[in-house]
Nanobody, 116 residues
Framework: QVQLVESGGGLVQAGGSLRLSCAAS????????LGWYRQPPGKQRELVAS???????TYTDSVKGRVTISRDNAKNTVYLEMNSLTPDDTAVYYCKATRSPSSNYWGQGTQVTVSS
């Protein structure tokens, strides 16, 4: 059974930092492309950052310079380090593991709330 479990969300003041974690089980973690998505209140889910099986990473423009995605294949975990948070970063954050269009998995999400 595949499971992706996010943790590390919470309430933080503007300017603060959070580190999200997503622990995976039931998959060969190292061969999956990983991504962090977020869904702000009343809005559609959007990609925040992604990291393929190699070292390259991509970020949506609104988080560049403030957010770092990383993966630890030995721990089957992907991380999202977020700094200089603003209220616009308030959302439910989800991790996704993708191998192919028919082989992809989502976590249950973790709430991040940034107060002004």
């Amino acid at each position: 059974q595949v499971q992706l479990v996010e943790s590390g969300g919470g309430l933080v003041q503007a300017g603060g930092s959070l580190r999200l974690s997503c622990a995976a089980s039931g998959i060969t973690f190292s061969i999956f492309h990983l991504g962090w998505y977020r869904q702000p209140p009343g809005k559609q889910r959007e990609l925040v950052a992604s990291i393929p099986t190699g070292d390259s990473t991509t970020y949506t423009d609104s988080v560049k310079g403030r957010v770092t995605i990383s993966r630890d294949n030995a721990k089957n975990t992907v991380y999202l380090e977020m700094n200089s948070l603003t209220p616009d970063d308030t959302a439910v954050y989800y991790c996704k593991a993708t191998r192919s269009p028919s082989s992809n998995y989502w976590g249950q999400g973790t709430q991040v709330t940034v107060s002004s």
